[in-house]
Each structure stands twice: as structure tokens, then as C-alpha cells.
């Protein structure tokens, strides 16, 4: 399935289930090798990221078994840190395994994760934060290798939020020798999901969500029965499909409380949201309004993996919307297909866009270039006149467990090819 064809203009309609999430899933599947039993991860997300993961757990030596709502993790057979698939190479996520096996191992071999699309991902704090704990790094060639004889606990402050950067000091430091006080830490939710991964497996973790964190290592973790998060990104993505084509939908079990500055966006640009025990229900107006001033920023700002869904958004909208990223340096390939689609968009410098809403997209090819951009050529995709085809799908079902299926049952004339 290479390609998705949208024929626009329908309102979507009905409910849709929200998925687990990717980001929560792969750090928690990574932490499942720090303990001696199994664990069993519930509401894992069927997406090609979390395949990738569980290739790389079974090459490590991990027994791993889909079940039918998760995967059960079995680590007792880990043998060694040498990570060779092609998995790591395109998978960023493969990083937050880097914290777990030196937690678990002390070495870790693999090709260095490299960069991709939206930006030059350098893994910099990772290595300054992991060898205050001890660890050794050597590049050579494609590939990194870390060693470790004895991981201890420090104090280490991150230069900036990264979310892998934190995910890989709390898998190290659950396992290293004496407490690690963290500051300047992430606190996107995903990292709470961690958090809370470990403390079911008998870890303890002060802070959680909040910008220092305590993690006190040297406890022995047994496997648990956890269950991953909703994905507050696909509940997002949907959530503005429905502005876009202006309809009336329930995002059944979306982390509405994750969402906040999501969902302010979304009642600016005209949307009617209601929090239930069931999850988000929204309505569109028929035509979004503007979204103003746009700014992505570290949770819990507007978060930078739905920036390009509102920029879809923001081009069949009334009025003008700028929209500024700050977390990557090149999130914004996704300008060129919606301008082929006709959408109004001046670049105002690499990190900044004038989006000038038009009433109509038109139907034509596009490609899609990375996950979130793919994502959001299908959004815009819904209100545009006549027939739209998306190639480089590939990407999308990274981390959409089945984005066609999802709008079709919403009432999208939508097949995948
Ligand atoms: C995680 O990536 C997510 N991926 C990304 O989602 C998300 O966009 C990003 O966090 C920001 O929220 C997963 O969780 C698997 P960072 P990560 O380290 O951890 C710079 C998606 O679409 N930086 O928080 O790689 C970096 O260049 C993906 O699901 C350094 O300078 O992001 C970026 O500018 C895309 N040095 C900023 O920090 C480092 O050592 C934030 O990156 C590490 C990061």
C-alpha cells in the first residue's frame, strides 16, 4: 500500500478509536529489558516503528509475542548490545534502546541513528548526559559503540528538553549505581508513561512531569502489565481532519488532558470541543477561521508533530495564520505539496510561514516526505475539489496504525492503492 487516493469534500462523521501511542510505546519496549521476568505491554499501537522495535528486541535475544490487544516481552534470553539491523539505521526510536542496554548490558554497538528529513537529530546531549554516568563513546565509521564498567548515578542538566535525551538518562539511571538528579528534563507525556512503565516494575522516580527528576537506581524491576497511553498526535491529527472538512466527530479515548494547547488551537480555529468520559467529541465549522500566531514549542506547547496538520489546516482557513517552529530546522517540506494543491504560503525565514487561507484546495499527486507531513497531506486532502493521491505512504503507517481506515469509517470517500 503505497499510495492513498482522498476525493474531498465530505464532512467526516461518527467516532473513531484512538490508537496507543508511538512515542509512549517505544521507550516503555525498550525498558522492558531492564527487568529479569516478562512484561506485557497492552494497547500497543500495530504501526511500522513499534514492528521495527520488536525486530530489534527478538535480534537482541528477547522472546516477543504479539497478543491480542499488546505484546508480551520475555527479556530473560538478552544475550548482547550489538544492534546490526537495518532497523536502527531508520528509526530514530531505536535510540532510547542505547539508555536501556547499557542499563542492562553495559555495551551497546549500533549504526549511529543519524538524521533525517526534519532535521540534522544530533544526539549530543545523549552523550554528554550518559557519560556523566560513566559511559564511554568511540564512532567508528557508521557506527557507535558505548561501554560502561560501572554506571553511576550524577547530576546532569540537558541544554534543551529533548525527549530522547531524558528517555535515555531514566533507563540508565534506574539501573546505575546511586541516584541521578536530572534537570532541564522533558516532561512530554510520554515520559510520564515511562516514568510510569518503571515504577510498576518497582522502580522509584521522583519529579515526574516536571523538570527535575530524582531517579534512584540500584532497585531490582520485575516485569508488569502496563498499558500505553492513547496517542495525543493521532487524536490531534484527527481532530483537525474534522475542522478541515468541517464535520462532527468523537476521538474516542483521546488524552484530552495531554492536549490542551491542541485543542485551544482548535476552538480559535472555530471547533466545538467536549470533554466526556468517552474522549474528545468535536465539531467543525464550515469554514475553519484562522489560527492566528502558531508556535510550536516543548510540551507543553503546541507540540512540533502537529504542526504541519495545522498548517493544513491554516491553508483552508479564513484569514492569515504564521506559524513558527522551533523545535526542527527543516519542518516545512510539507509547503510545497500543499502549494501544488494550491494553497497561498510564503515563507517568511526557515523557521517561520505565512499561510493566506483559501476556500478550496484542488486534487492532485502529492508525496509525502515524512510521517507527520504524509499525515497532513491526507487532512488536506479532505477538502480538496476532486482527487487526491498521496505517494510515500510508507512513512504514514510508521506511526498511523491505519489512517485510511480510520477516515472511511468517518464517512471519507478514501481508499488506500
Ligand atoms: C521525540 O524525538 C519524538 N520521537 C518526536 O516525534 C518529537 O517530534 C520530538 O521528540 C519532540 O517532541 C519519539 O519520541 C520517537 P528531541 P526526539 O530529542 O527525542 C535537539 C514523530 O513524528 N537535540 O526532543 O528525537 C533536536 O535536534 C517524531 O513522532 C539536540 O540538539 O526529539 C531537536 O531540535 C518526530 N541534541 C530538539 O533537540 C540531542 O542530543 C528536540 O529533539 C538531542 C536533541
Known sequence: MESICVWGGVALQGKVHIQGSKNAALPVLAATLLTGDSSYIRNCPRISDVHA?????????????????????????????????DA???????????????????????????????????????????????VSFAVEGSRLKAVVKRLHGAEIRLEKPSVGATENVILAGVMAEGDTILHGAAREPEICALCRYLENCGALIEGTGGETLAIHGGRTLYGTDYRVPSDRIVAGTYLFACLVSG??????????????????????????????????????????KAGGYVRTAAYPGFPTDLQSVALATASVAEGETVIEETIFENRFRIVEELRRMGAEIEVLNDKKVLVRGVPYLTGCEVEAKELRGGAALTVAALR????????????????????????????ARIISV
Not at 57 to 70: F, T
Not at 257 to 285: A, D, F, K, N, T
Open 53 to 85: 522495535m520488536v525486530s530489534l528486541l527478538r535480534e537482541l535475544g528477547c522472546e516477543v509475542n504479539w497478543k491480542e490487544d499488546g505484546v508480551l516481552v520475555n527479556p530473560a534470553g538478552i544475550c548482547l548490545g550489538e544492534m546490526k539491523s
Open 88 to 134: 536502527v539505521r531508520c528509526m530514530r526510536s531505536s535510540l532510547c534502546l542505547l539508555g536501556a542496554l547499557l542499563g542492562r548490558c553495559g555495551e551497546v554497538v549500533m549504526e549511529h541513528p543519524g538524521g533525517c528529513v526534519i532535521g540534522s537529530r544530533p544526539i549530543d546531549l545523549h552523550i554528554a548526559a550518559l557519560e556523566k554516568m560513566g
Open 247 to 288: 464535520g462532527n466527530i468523537l476521538l474516542e479515548d483521546a488524552p484530552a488532558s495531554e492536549m490542551e494547547s491542541v485543542l485551544r488551537l482548535c476552538e480559535q480555529m472555530g471547533g466545538h470541543v467536549c470533554i466526556s468520559e468517552e474522549g474528545i467529541y468535536v465539531q467543525g465549522p464550515a469554514v475553519p
Open 384 to 411: 480538496a475539489e476532486g482527487r487526491t493521491t498521496i505517494t510515500g505512504c510508507s512513512y504514514i503507517y510508521r506511526g498511523y496504525e491505519n489512517i485510511c481506515r480510520d477516515f472511511k469509517e468517518l464517512g
